[in-house]
């Protein structure tokens, strides 16, 4: 790689740096030690809490000027002290692309919203127009000036905040979990927009995120973990995949890594493991044929009666656009079923049309084989549940029991009832010793199971999930999804929303893919998630264990990514069961 | 859908493409001078102008159909409350009564009360077009570059303008908590007691605060991370420069304004019109 040759300037110093926010009892980052070079892109990693956040604030100025606290030691950006800095002489050094790039997007316009740092600077019209327009087209959207926010993708969102930071010609780019409201194939064409912009303008990178496999899809030169406020590990990705540290910090390592380790490989530096790309498949080839041989084909369980649906369901909001288009599935008692697709694909409305939200304009949806067209949004409630992405739109009482037991009290049920059917609840969702609580008390993730556990008391058969595990470390992610395979297992029909790849791989045998508003597939996750015709047209991406199970020679990749699958349930039900 | 109406929506004609301060002066300036004459004539020229630049906005109905039932509704409550509590301020003004029919001594219905009303209906009338065309074809954010260049501090123009632009997300956000409550058995149709209802509702606005809240964290640390605030004046992306049209209406504008006074000192002798000395 061309940048270590280059002599090493440091751009970025943390020396024996801490920081407390004044909101909190104990210091956030501890003995900080970290020094960042000019044209470096380094990957920042770590689970949720574990500071990696807050690091970031401190580079991008938003510590200490919106979030107040007390700092240690010393941070140097461009050899200038930090603290000795505000933040608008530290936006010109180090430009901040926002994790949400919805509510980021602050002009009404593509135009606008890049231009908006420099109307903050006083530049004049003309050369305004000029210098959008120039950097608009280095990110491709320079056609897109006039467009709203209404009018983009997820994708081009991102690309206008890339550019909207760029106009100030900073030197050091700073990525705040740039992947986490993008889909699969979009996210892949974001890191490989940053790795361009990195290599052409000669940038310093900084990119936080936990999804480390889609990152390392691109290269970078250091990986560091925090966890607990310290850094724990500082190294290049192929020594860190060799090092077998991320699992017990709850951090996901690539899957074609893990699916290495069950074969008993032993990953060393030389593997080059950072990329599957890089990755010497002499060396595993072997093992891994002996691994997939010897794993024995599971039973599949025998399939059960219908429970919800539909024939030929059509919506469409306006005449123009067909949202929903002739879609027929089956989902059978007791399924996990995923619903994946683009944004804007149609996932949403169908999920509103079968809560009777909106009503389909053609076809019907059957509930256990009863056509439910004539069933209210109250009616349906009973035996469906829902339960939105964001738990904040969802809670609107201050003390958890009221707030789980708001949906039976609607219903007149009496308050005697209502106690045992709440504690219920809440017990299946592991709130019982937060009963008396206030739920401002409670974690992003608790939010969230007392969102289920005010829809789990009212005892739905089916419970539709949008985007259940969006914003989730892999440890909270876990908890999440071995909660809702519980209740599965306790004989709720569970559906999930979503976009993210693992969570289809793992948890949902069968997956329906819409895309454009119609189905384009309907079978086993494995399946879908090894169809590249598929994977390309619903912006899902083949799962990185089929490419290697391609590379290496295997039969038939199916039918390894199944075999890691099930090896995997199995060795992570045992864990639990050894808990 | 609700979360049109206070939308923005680009279009390609003579108003739209005046800037917003030439808008927001001509609408100061009408209304000033309907608001100031009480001359039923002036008020109906006015009144016709202000149709034609709806007309040439290309407003469409539908847009603005559910104000217009809440300025009617208030326009009759306004006529019915003056007539309750001074049935004879009309002849007060005028200094004649002439008497159409009589149901009591203080609620004699006269020519003079009937004018005076009349009138006054008619500067809302025409009035409130002005105000909706405004609003409607300004982009917010030229409105705020607008407000600004009047002298209206930029911080507070922004905040008014982001007001405007995140409503319709506001919108969106309260239909997508209403349905998930809804789902939860919350009813908020007609069939509920309108006590219950009002408390469900309740149940709606605490998340869509919570909500709100995130989103101006979220907003405000973007704006500081690229130097909002960071000196006394800043430029305008879409703020327009003024054109020779601008200049035309502003001039105009002022016109009609100047015509109103004028009206009122040399043809009146006073802000009333009386026809009936």
């Given at each position: 790689?061309?940048?270590?040759?280059?002599?090493?300037?440091?751009?970025?110093?943390?020396?024996?740096?801490?920081?407390?926010?004044?909101?909190?009892?104990?210091?956030?980052?501890?003995?900080?030690?970290?020094?960042?070079?000019?044209?470096?892109?380094?990957?920042?990693?770590?689970?949720?809490?574990?500071?990696?956040?807050?690091?970031?604030?401190?580079?991008?100025?938003?510590?200490?000027?919106?979030?107040?606290?007390?700092?240690?030691?010393?941070?140097?950006?461009?050899?200038?002290?930090?603290?000795?800095?505000?933040?608008?002489?530290?936006?010109?050094?180090?430009?901040?692309?926002?994790?949400?790039?919805?509510?980021?997007?602050?002009?009404?316009?593509?135009?606008?919203?890049?231009?908006?740092?420099?109307?903050?600077?006083?530049?004049?019209?003309?050369?305004?127009?000029?210098?959008?327009?120039?950097?608009?087209?280095?990110?491709?959207?320079?056609?897109?000036?006039?467009?709203?926010?209404?009018?983009?993708?997820?994708?081009?969102?991102?690309?206008?905040?890339?550019?909207?930071?760029?106009?100030?010609?900073?030197?050091?780019?700073?990525?705040?979990?740039?992947?986490?409201?993008?889909?699969?194939?979009?996210?892949?064409?974001?890191?490989?927009?940053?790795?361009?912009?990195?290599?052409?303008?000669?940038?310093?990178?900084?990119?936080?995120?936990?999804r480390l496999e889609d990152v390392l899809y691109r290269d970078v030169d250091r990986v560091i973990v925090v966890s607990d406020g310290r850094i724990t590990a500082d190294m290049s990705p192929d020594d860190l995949m060799a090092a077998d540290i991320l699992p017990s910090l709850g951090i996901r390592e690539p899957l074609y890594v893990t699916a290495l380790k069950y074969a008993g490989i032993k990953v060393t530096p030389e593997m080059h493991a950072g990329r599957l790309d890089t990755l010497d498949l002499d060396r595993i080839r072997e093992p891994l044929l002996l691994w997939n041989r010897s794993q024995v084909k599971k039973e599949r369980p025998a399939e059960r009666t219908a429970i919800l649906s539909a024939d030929h369901i059509s919506f469409q909001y306006t005449k123009k656009r067909k949202i929903l288009q002739d879609i027929s599935f089956s989902i059978r008692e007791g399924e996990m079923v995923s619903i994946v697709g683009t944004n804007g694909a149609g996932k949403s409305t169908l999920a509103k049309v079968i809560c009777g939200f909106v009503k389909e304009d053609e076809g019907t949806l059957y509930y256990s084989g009863e056509d439910m067209s004539d069933w209210t949004i109250k009616e349906r409630s009973v035996k469906i549940g829902y339960v939105m992405q964001n738990p904040n739109q969802m809670i609107c009482k201050p003390m958890i029991y009221d707030e789980v037991a708001l949906g039976l009290r609607i219903r007149g049920v009496p308050e005697e009832e209502i106690e045992p059917k709440v504690d219920k609840a809440l017990k299946i969702c592991g709130l019982s010793p937060f009963k008396k609580w206030p739920v401002s008390a409670l974690s992003?993730?608790?939010?969230?199971?007392?969102?289920?556990?005010?829809?789990?008391?009212?005892?739905?058969?089916?419970?539709?999930?949008?985007?259940?595990?969006?914003?989730?470390?892999?440890?909270?992610?876990?908890?999440?999804?071995?909660?809702?395979?519980?209740?599965?297992?306790?004989?709720?029909?569970?559906?999930?929303?979503?976009?993210?790849?693992?969570?289809?791989?793992?948890?949902?045998?069968?997956?329906?893919?819409?895309?454009?508003?119609?189905?384009?597939?309907?079978?086993?996750?494995?399946?879908?998630?090894?169809?590249?015709?598929?994977?390309?047209?619903?912006?899902?991406?083949?799962?990185?264990?089929?490419?290697?199970?391609?590379?290496?020679?295997?039969?038939?990749?199916?039918?390894?990514?199944?075999?890691?699958i099930d090896y995997e349930r199995g060795t992570r039900h045992n864990e639990v069961e050894a808990v | 859908m609700k979360s049109k109406l206070f939308d923005y929506i680009d279009r390609d004609n003579f108003v739209y493409n005046l800037s917003g301060l030439t808008k927001l002066l001509a609408f100061v300036c009408f209304t000033f001078s309907v608001m100031f004459s009480y001359d039923i004539r002036y008020i109906l020229f006015v009144l016709v102008l202000s149709f034609c630049f709806f007309r040439i906005s290309e407003i469409s109905f539908r847009q603005i159909r559910t104000m217009l039932i809440y300025v009617a509704v208030f326009l009759l409550l306004n006529f019915c409350l003056t007539y309750l509590f001074s049935p004879q301020y009309g002849t007060e003004i005028y200094g004649t009564t002439h008497e159409l029919f009589r149901f009591n001594g203080r609620y004699t219905v006269t020519l003079e009360q009937i004018l005076y009303q009349v009138t006054k209906i008619l500067k809302y009338a025409s009035g409130i077009p002005l105000g909706m065309i405004f609003l409607l074809t300004t982009n917010p954010s030229e409105f705020a570059a607008s407000m600004n260049r009047i002298g209206v501090s930029y911080k507070a123009a922004y905040a008014l303008a982001l007001t405007l632009r995140y409503f319709p997300d506001m919108i969106r956000d309260y239909q997508d908590i209403s349905l998930a409550q809804q789902s939860r058995g919350l009813d908020l149709s007609k069939k509920e007691k309108l006590g219950t209802r009002v408390k469900n509702i309740m149940n709606i606005f605490v998340p869509l605060i919570f909500t709100t809240l995130d989103r101006i964290e979220l907003i405000s640390n973007a704006m500081d991370l690229r130097g909002f605030g960071k000196h006394k004046k800043r430029t305008w992306y879409a703020g327009k420069p003024l054109g020779r049209n601008d200049y035309l209406v502003m001039l105009f504008a002022a016109a009609v304004l100047a015509g109103s006074i004028c009206v009122s000192v040399f043809v009146n002798g006073s802000r009333f019109y009386n026809p009936f000395v």
């Open positions: 790689m061309g940048i270590n040759e280059k002599e090493k300037t440091p751009v970025i110093e943390f020396k024996d740096f801490g920081f407390q926010y004044f909101s909190q009892a104990e210091p956030t980052l501890h003995d900080i030690n970290l020094t960042i070079n000019k044209g470096e892109k380094v990957l920042l990693v770590g689970p949720s809490g574990s500071g990696k956040s807050t690091l970031g604030h401190c580079l991008n100025g938003l510590i200490p000027f919106s979030y107040k606290g007390e700092i240690s030691g010393s941070l140097k950006i461009m050899g200038q002290e930090t603290k000795e800095m505000d933040i608008f002489r530290l936006s010109k050094m180090v430009g901040t692309v926002l994790q949400d790039s919805d509510g980021q997007f602050i002009g009404l316009t593509v135009g606008e919203d890049v231009a908006f740092a420099l109307e903050n600077d006083c530049v004049g019209l003309e050369k305004m127009r000029e210098t959008v327009q120039r950097v608009t087209d280095i990110v491709d959207m320079g056609q897109l000036l006039k467009s709203s926010p209404y009018e983009l993708s997820g994708g081009q969102k991102q690309r206008v905040s890339f550019a909207g930071v760029m106009v100030d010609d900073v030197d050091i780019l700073l990525f705040d979990e740039p992947l986490a409201n993008l889909d699969p194939a979009t996210g892949k064409t974001a890191i490989d927009l940053i790795d361009r912009v990195w290599r052409d303008q000669e940038k310093t990178v900084i990119i936080i995120e936990h992003f993730g608790q939010k969230k199971r007392v969102t289920i556990a005010s829809v789990l008391v009212m005892e739905p058969q089916i419970l539709i999930l949008d985007e259940p595990t969006a914003g989730q470390d892999y440890h909270h992610y876990t908890e999440i999804m071995e909660f809702l395979k519980s209740l599965n297992s306790q004989g709720v029909t569970i559906i999930m929303i979503t976009h993210d790849m693992h969570l289809m791989l793992e948890y949902t045998p069968h997956a329906i893919v819409i895309s454009g508003g119609k189905k384009i597939g309907d079978a086993s996750a494995v399946d879908i998630l090894t169809d590249e015709d598929i994977a390309e047209r619903a912006n899902l991406k083949v799962t990185s264990l089929y490419e290697l199970a391609v590379k290496t020679g295997i039969d038939d990749p199916s039918a390894f990514v199944q075999n890691f | -």
